[in-house]
């Protein structure tokens, strides 16, 4: 079914040509249906393929969703122009009186420092305040899913030897979770991160369960008893983003390991092996269904 987009939005054309019905605000509010609102907070570097990324995934449903994107406006935004963003993108305070059936939160590239010391630590607190009594379900991916389980519950993260990076296994460990629905016990997810979060911290919360795990990657997949959903990993990734990711790094000079599990025999001149992509769908499909659609009130 349809998403419902900023006619401005350059990533339109993208889904278009991959079959994607992405339908304008215009044609939209001619059909009587109540569709989803799902609010976007991109904090990842490259707008337009994380935009790509996630909207692939919440098109895999049957329902008509309303996409926005929000912006901080405590933050210098260095690899989007700004005239994107005021576009495309609308900042917090515009939205903050109004109610969403979810909220996405993604990753930034800001892992290596304290919470507290991230220049937007305060907006993004609020946010995350605001989100308690304006969102039904709120999805957060990689570093915001670490930042989210920190702020709400105290967990703390620990700085790796080196970068993780790769497809890897795990297990499934409530699988009475309707989040994880339809998913094989084991099953592969991509990671991209410097920090990992305490097991034993979320353990020792009542209020937190661990859904999916992996012995080499941690806890992945956390939900709390209020339905917001943590996974510390990128399952928005595309086929291409570790790849990217690992060129990019090895231009830097920062003699990156070859990602896990990705490329074959471990050759980055061989096309990426695809592991992951219709567990990513099958994750976005259940939490939009699940925890977002089923629970959401009608006149939200």
């Known amino acids: 079914m349809p998403l419902r987009l900023k006619e401005t939005l350059p990533v339109i054309d993208k889904l ?89 939160i993604t990753g930034a590239p800001v892992e290596k420092l304290e919470y507290e010391d991230v220049d937007y630590w305060g907006e993004i607190s609020s946010i995350f305040e605001w989100s308690r009594l304006h969102v039904t379900s709120t999805l957060y991916l990689c570093w915001a899913a670490q930042a989210g389980l920190y702020y709400h519950y105290g967990v703390s993260k620990y700085e790796l030897d080196k970068k993780l990076s790769g497809i890897y296994e795990h297990v499934v460990t409530a699988g009475e979770n309707e989040l994880v629905r339809g998913f094989d016990k084991q099953f592969f997810a991509p990671h991209s991160r410097y920090t990992g979060i305490s097991k034993d911290d979320i353990i020792a919360n009542d209020k937190l369960t661990i859904v999916a795990e992996s012995d080499e990657t941690g806890a992945y997949i956390v939900v709390d008893d209020a339905g917001n959903v943590f996974v510390n990993g990128h399952p928005e990734y595309d086929l291409y983003r570790l790849a990217e990711e690992y060129i990019r790094d090895t231009d830097k000079g920062l003699s990156p390991d070859v990602p896990k599990n990705y490329f074959p025999d471990d050759d980055p001149d061989k096309e990426p092996v695809s592991r992951w992509l219709s567990t990513s769908n099958l994750l976005f499909s259940n939490w939009l269904n699940y925890f977002v659609y089923q629970i959401t009130p009608y006149e939200f």
């Not at 278009?16 to 009587?32: T, V």
């Not at 249906?33 to 570097?45: C, E, F, S």
């Not at 049957?62 to 609308?90: C, D, G």
């Open 16 to 104: 278009k040509k991959e079959n994607i019905f992405a339908m304008s605000e215009e044609r939209a509010e001619h059909q009587d249906i109540r569709q989803l609102k799902i609010a976007v907070l991109n904090l990842m570097p490259d707008k337009e393929n994380t935009e790509l990324q996630l909207l692939r995934l919440l098109s895999n449903s049957p329902l008509q969703i309303e996409v926005t994107f929000i912006r901080l406006v405590t933050h210098q935004y260095k690899n989007t122009p700004a005239t994107y963003l005021l576009n495309n993108y609308q900042p917090f305070y515009q939205i903050e009186h109004q109610y969403f059936d979810g909220l996405i």
